[in-house]
């Protein structure tokens, strides 16, 4: 059974920081690229970022210099590290793994996890 388990949201304040972990397991978790997605209250789902297979990276204009996505592939755990956080990055974070297997795609979602960006 896949599962997707994203955790480390909470409340912060502005200017703080958080890692948000996601923990895989169901699926061969270093074939799939990895992605993080946020929506806010009232707007639609967005890319912040992700992790290809081999490691690369990409970010969200929006986020470029705060976000910072990395992988363990010897945990099965993609990490996003988000730094001088602000009240517009309130949201619900959700990991996402993408991948072919034998010429089928995958797409696996988390349930997300609240950050609130507050004083």
């Known amino acids: 059974q896949v599962q997707l388990v994203e955790s480390g949201g909470g409340l912060v304040q502005p200017g703080g920081s958080l890692r948000l972990s996601c923990a895989a397991s169901g699926f061969t978790f270093s074939s799939y690229g990895m992605g993080w997605y946020r929506q806010a209250p009232g707007k639609e789902r967005e890319l912040v970022g992700g992790?290809?297979?081999?490691?690369?990276?990409y970010y969200a204009g929006s986020v470029r210099g705060r976000f910072t996505i990395s992988r363990d592939n010897a945990k099965n755990t993609v990490y996003l590290q988000i730094a001088s956080l602000k009240p517009e990055d309130t949201a619900v974070y959700y990991c996402?793994?993408?991948?072919?297997?034998?010429?089928?795609?995958?797409?696996?979602w988390g349930q997300g996890t609240q950050v609130t960006v507050s004083s």
């Open positions: 992790i290809t297979s081999g490691g690369s990276t």
């Open positions: 996402n793994a993408r991948g072919v297997v034998l010429g089928t795609k995958y797409d696996y």
